[in-house]
């Protein structure tokens, strides 16, 4: 199990965010809906055509540092069970003070809504598309998921 986890912490590249705007100036969301967890591959595939749609969910956080800021990061969506998290979703949070309790390594019940996708730069000069999303409320339900 260990050499699993070595092997698995070289594979997994570590971000530089340059991030693209969120919203655009002067844009807004029309929140709506009813809080929905939903499941990875549709929120990937139509995150834009659900922008505004409320969320509930528990995530792995995969990155909380220096690298994103104190009011964002990268959580892991899908508890692939044994201790394994995968597929990303950028976290935006209204404040630092939202997520002052929460550690890289966190898992967390967050409420909020969709925004869309978002596409950064890696460390590597790569780009990723993720999901995106508004957390208003956030609780830390667990640790050492990643």
Request: proline content about 5%; aromatic content about 8%.
């Amino acid at each position: 199990m260990k050499l699993r986890n070595v092997l698995l912490a070289v594979m997994i590249p570590v971000f530089s965010f340059t991030m693209l705007p969120v919203l655009s100036a002067g844009a807004s969301v029309n929140i709506h809906g009813s809080p929905t967890s939903y499941a990875y591959p549709p929120l990937l595939k139509n995150a834009s055509s659900m922008k505004g749609q409320r969320i509930i969910h528990s995530a792995c956080i995969f990155q909380f540092d220096g690298a994103t800021g104190p009011k964002k990061f990268l959580a892991e969506w899908t508890n692939g069970g044994g201790g394994f998290w995968n597929d990303l979703v950028n976290v935006n949070l209204p404040s630092a003070k939202v997520g002052s309790n929460a550690y890289q390594g966190d898992v967390v019940r967050m409420t909020g809504y969709i925004l869309g996708n978002l596409t950064y730069t890696t460390k590597n000069g790569g780009s990723n598309t993720v999901p995106s999303i508004m957390v208003t409320g956030l609780s830390v339900i667990g640790h050492g998921c990643n």
